[in-house]
């Protein structure tokens, strides 16, 4: 039987390239997200290609709509074996005008989310006397823009929970693991201008195959000595010193 896993955010961008990934290399793959046409598409792509993948409609901000979403995946498929928490929101906001509303909704959909899930598989995953999640960070948890403390709280937060997940499902023989992207275009890669890639020492931009290999790479059960971490994927970027002359 092939294993399952569930990518949140998979209609588009870094989710998307995961969910593909993860089909072809024969997973069952749930695509759980809000935009349902791209979804659908994506699931319709990959039917056709002889994959497995369910489009799945999902709002990870929805404490009930993450619950709705696991039984589907457990009717459809019977198992769950990798978790990618990859689902997450972003606006610059100066912080006197960042309302209670809006940070809840970022922090509600980038760090609550991913603990409300996780917690919702791991009675799954304990069936398979194994598993993995996968929490897509941010390097934002690491270092700064301006207007962006709601994101940055939201991806800091998913670090510390990364390891404290990894504790505290050890005796399930579950890994929680944590990737931090740096700049990954989601667009057209030929409107690059060379000054992107090359102020970043690997001379290039991220792409989301970059993240999806990561993902896929945590996932393998050959693996599970990786746990509790944070890989920073960002083409050298934060090890860079930069100063203004």
Same mark, same amino acid.
Request: charged fraction near 25%.
């Given at each position: 039987?092939n294993?399952?896993v569930?990518?949140?955010?998979a209609? %588009? ?14 997973? %069952? ?17 990959l ?15 929805d /404490? ?12 459809r498929y019977?198992r ?11 606006e610059f906001?100066? /912080? ?5 509303e ?5 922090l509600?959909?980038?760090? #609550? ?5 996780t917690?919702?598989?791991?009675p799954?995953?304990?069936k398979?006397?194994k ?8 390097? #934002?948890? =690491? ?7 709601a ?7 998913l670090?510390?929970?990364t390891h ?26 030929d ?8 102020q970043?020492?690997?001379?290039r ?8 290999r990561?993902? =896929? ?7 599970d ?13 934060t090890?860079k010193?930069?100063?203004?002359h």
């Open positions: 039987m294993r399952t569930i990518v949140t955010g209609s %588009n961008g870094i989710g998307r390239a995961v969910a593909k990934l993860f089909a072809t290399n024969y997973y %069952n793959v749930v695509i759980a997200d809000l935009d349902a046409e791209n979804g659908n598409s994506l699931q319709d792509e039917l056709s290609e002889g994959r497995q993948a369910q489009f799945i409609h999902c709002d990870v901000s /404490p009930k709509s993450i619950q709705n979403m696991v039984k589907e995946t457990i009717k019977q769950i074996d990798i978790l990618i928490n990859n689902a997450g929101i972003s906001i100066r /912080p006197d005008e960042l309302s209670v809006k940070w809840d909704q970022i509600n959909t980038n760090l #609550r989310a991913s603990f409300l899930l917690r919702e598989v791991v799954h995953m304990k398979n006397e598993g993995s999640v996968v929490n897509i960070a941010s390097t #934002r948890a =690491l270092m700064s823009e301006k207007n962006s403390e994101y940055a709280a939201s991806k800091g937060g670090l510390a929970l404290s997940q990894a504790v505290s499902y050890s005796e399930d023989k579950i890994t929680v693991n944590c990737i931090s992207p740096g700049w990954i275009h989601t667009g057209d890669y409107k690059l201008r060379d000054i992107d890639h090359e970043h020492p690997s001379n931009v991220g792409k989301p195959d970059d993240i999806a990561a993902c =896929l790479f945590l996932a393998d059960a050959e693996n000595f990786i746990n509790g971490e944070n890989i920073v994927i960002d083409g050298g970027m090890r010193m930069i100063y203004e």
